[in-house]
């Protein structure tokens, strides 16, 4: 009997529990060797099969070998006895949701999106107004969009914007479908934030008045964050507007365009060559010269000594927990000094740890 399926499922239970737990570093340890696993191409019959990861924990290897010796695991079926797993998952997958309310909810009983409307409708501050708006709009955010609805969203934005805009994120990268629609508007760097602010707010409700903006989760001088539908499309998407003034403009669209391991592994070389990079600006560390204005991405990759990396090109990469792995998007950044070899990223676990989306105030 091959034992991988078994070892696969058990250690994705282990997975959600402590990811329930908030136990990071247990997460990341598991997610690991299931990459590992899911990629092995042997099965799994004896002891002597199971394979040697690097990274693999002597704690993830007994586990499989209580599987190959028993045909079961005893911690992830009392993990299962214990966690309403797919509950947990459910309402940590609602927007607005974290860890802690999910928790909450399946404490108070509730399993299903039905328990929580009724729970709801008895309860009214059981949620808060966007967790609310979260799970009204629940079945529509789950999906991703289709590239050709992006190109409406965009057709459709371009004539309301009046400044220049872009959608980056995974539509800027080529991707077949998106999460959401991640737009930077291009504004002028004379511009205080005031007229910014001003700006966005008139956009936002423009956006309103015209159909397309249904219920705004977040509303800054910088930044709104809502939901919206194409007056044709039966689906609510969600969409993010970042105001940029146009010297921020290439670090922001470098960084909005992705993909997030990419920009890991960016931010890495931009260390190793003495400077921090973030959406809005890029510093020198210690004694590095100031770096000159950049007006286009490409100006970033120049001034980095690298060749410049179309966004199709810069994908997500399955990582390793091995230190010395790299992102897939990394072998993409080629150092354009004499050598021309890839440029070694050695990214050590904690850089890798993902940081949360910018929030602007
Ligand atoms: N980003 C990042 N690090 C993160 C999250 C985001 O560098 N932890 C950057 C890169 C992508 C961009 O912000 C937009 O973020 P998302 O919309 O979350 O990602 P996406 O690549 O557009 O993917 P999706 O199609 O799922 O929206
Ligand atoms: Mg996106």
Same mark, same amino acid.
């Given at each position: 009997m091959d034992y991988k399926p078994v070892i696969i499922d058990a250690l994705r239970v282990l997975e959600a529990r402590d990811r329930a737990d908030k136990k990071p570093f247990s997460v990341r340890a598991y997610a690991t060797v299931l990459r590992h696993l899911e990629a092995h191409?042997? /099965? @799994?019959?004896?002891l002597a099969e199971i394979p040697v990861f690097q990274g693999v924990g002597e704690k993830i290897k007994k586990k499989m070998e209580e599987i190959v010796e028993t045909g079961r695991l005893e911690a992830a079926e009392k993990a299962k006895a214990d966690y309403p797993l797919e509950a947990l998952a459910l309402f940590g997958g609602i927007y607005g949701i974290g860890p802690v309310k999910a928790r909450e909810l399946v404490e108070m009983g509730l399993r299903t999106l039905t328990d929580l409307r009724v729970e709801l409708h008895m309860r /009214?501050?059981?949620?808060h107004e966007k967790q609310k708006a979260g799970l009204f709009y629940y079945e529509d955010l789950v999906e991703r969009i289709p590239r050709e609805e992006m190109r409406e969203h965009e057709l459709l934005l371009q004539g309301i914007a009046q400044v220049p805009m872009t959608i980056v994120g995974s539509y800027r990268r080529g991707a077949e479908t998106s999460g959401d629609v991640d737009v930077l508007l291009r504004v002028p760097s004379a511009w205080t934030a005031a007229e910014g602010a001003s700006y966005l707010h008139k956009f936002v409700r423009a956006l309103e008045t015209a159909g397309y903006m249904e219920y705004v989760l977040a509303l800054g001088e910088k930044k709104c964050m809502g939901i919206a539908r194409l007056p044709a499309q039966n689906k609510a998407r969600r969409v993010d507007f970042l105001i940029t003034p146009e010297h921020e403009y290439a670090c922001a669209l470098l960084y909005f365009t992705g993909s997030d391991m990419f920009n890991v592994a960016f931010r890495q070389h931009a260390l190793q060559k003495g400077y921090t990079l973030n959406e809005h600006i890029m510093t020198p560390i210690g004694d590095a010269p100031a770096p000159p204005p950049f007006h286009t991405e490409q100006d970033i990759f120049r001034f980095l000594s690298l060749q410049y990396v179309e966004p199709s090109k810069r994908v997500e990469g399955a990582i390793s927990g091995d230190a010395q792995s790299r992102p897939a +998007?990394?072998? +993409?950044? =080629?150092? =354009?000094?004499?050598?021309?070899? /890839?440029?070694?990223? +050695? @990214?050590s676990k904690r850089v890798l740890i993902k940081r949360p989306k910018v929030v602007y105030p």
């Open positions: 191409p042997a /099965p @799994i019959r004896s /009214p501050d059981l949620l +998007g990394a072998a +993409g950044l =080629v150092s =354009v000094c004499s050598t021309n070899t /890839p440029l070694s990223l +050695g @990214i």
